[in-house]
């Protein structure tokens, strides 16, 4: 098993920063692949970001390309994702998600295991 827990969410005004972090703990030798989603209310869980385990690699959502930042710091394993230019439109519950398979980064689906979230609040 795998623990996941998401910190930093909080209410910014529109243009502002945000770092969020996720600490993993648990089995996390056989993690692949880790990822940033969000789910606003009445939509469904889109995909933000991903990162493989080794950091080598990062995949974004095109409406957050040149905004956001996913970064690994290997010697202290947390997960980060920098939010810069913030609009109202990046107001959602943000999870962490963490595979431990190949599958395709984007599907939600294909992660086996999710932190409870944090709330990000943009103001216009």
């Known amino acids: 098993q795998v623990q996941l827990v998401e910190s930093g969410g909080r209410l910014v005004q529109a243009g502002g920063s945000l770092r969020l972090s996720c600490a993993a703990s648990?089995?996390?030798?056989?993690?692949?692949?880790m990822g940033w989603f969000r789910q606003a209310p009445g939509k469904e869980r889109e995909f933000v970001a991903a990162i493989s385990w080794s950091g080598g690699s990062t995949y974004y959502a095109d409406s957050v390309k040149g905004r956001f930042t996913i970064s690994r710091d290997n010697a202290k394993n947390p997960v980060f994702l920098q939010m810069n230019s913030l609009k109202p439109e990046d107001t959602a519950v943000y999870y962490c998600?963490?595979?431990?398979?190949?599958?395709?980064?984007?599907?939600?689906?294909?992660?086996?295991?999710w932190g409870q979230g944090t709330q990000v609040t943009v103001s216009s």
């Open positions: 998600a963490a595979k431990e398979n190949r599958r395709y980064y984007l599907l939600a689906s294909n992660y086996n295991y």
């Open positions: 648990g089995r996390t030798f056989n993690i692949y692949t």
